[in-house]
């Protein structure tokens, strides 16, 4: 069965520092792979999303950025956070256009 | 652009009620739908998807209106674990790029 991995679950990060978030799949191959962001009492918003190793789409602009690596594991990454960064941050796969996506358990991150 | 509009609640209802709600999405091309549940400080789990003809799964019934452009979930039978956000999930389809999601719908089951 197919099972992600996102961590770490929780961070506390001071304004400026740099941020990087790991997802892995598991028991899929050449999934597609998003990272999402949920603000305090907010939708989930698109940050980034992947159909392939090395091709990344962006739909915010803004001081985060992704990368791909390999098939099954996409980052997270910034080199200097702002406090506006703080939420919480889920990866997710899916396959098929037409199917549901299935999340990770999310890293809450507070940047202080 | 996208917009997929639902009530955010709160909906507090007592327990062993029947209950629905509504969602509304702006793109009459949307080909997939989906209801999600969300816990509190959790992820969004995929609840049911959302069949044209309707679709049915233990208390949970979903529909779809796709000349009135909604989407509606009932729960009957209400059990205080029903207690969650639930989200209304439109796949424009054409793309890899993403579920568009509703903000959501509190949902509390009163004892």
């Known amino acids: 069965s197919q099972t992600i991995h996102q961590w770490p679950a929780t961070l506390v990060q001071p304004v400026g520092s740099p941020l990087s978030l790991e997802c892995t799949v598991e028991?899929?191959?050449?999934?597609?792979l998003y990272w999402y962001r949920q603000a305090a009492g907010r939708g989930l918003q698109l940050l980034f999303y992947?159909?392939?190793?090395?091709?990344i789409s962006s739909e915010v602009p803004q001081n985060l950025s992704a990368s791909r690596p390999q098939d099954r594991q996409f980052i997270l990454s910034s080199k200097k956070l702002l406090l506006s960064d703080s939420g919480f941050y889920l990866c997710?796969?899916?396959?098929?256009?037409?199917?549901?996506?299935?999340f990770g358990s999310g890293t809450r991150l507070t940047v202080v | 652009r996208k917009e997929v509009e639902q009530d955010p609640g709160p909906f507090n209802v007592p327990e062993g009620a029947t209950v629905a709600f509504n969602c509304t999405y702006s793109?009459?091309?949307?080909?997939?739908f989906f209801w999600y549940r969300q816990d509190c400080r959790k992820e969004p789990k995929l609840l049911m998807s959302?069949?044209?003809s309707g679709n049915e799964d233990g208390r949970f019934t979903a529909q779809l209106n796709r000349a009135s452009q909604y989407i509606s979930l009932l729960i009957r039978d209400s059990k205080l674990s029903d207690s969650a956000t639930y989200l209304c999930v439109v796949n424009e389809g054409g793309g890899a790029d993403g579920l568009t999601f509703g903000k959501g719908t509190h949902l509390i089951i009163q004892p």
């Open positions: 028991g899929t191959s050449n999934p597609n």
């Open positions: 959302v069949y044209s």
């Open positions: 997710a796969w899916g396959t098929a256009v037409g199917y549901g996506y299935t």
């Open positions: 992947s159909v392939g190793i090395g091709q």
């Open positions: 793109n009459s091309a949307s080909q997939s």
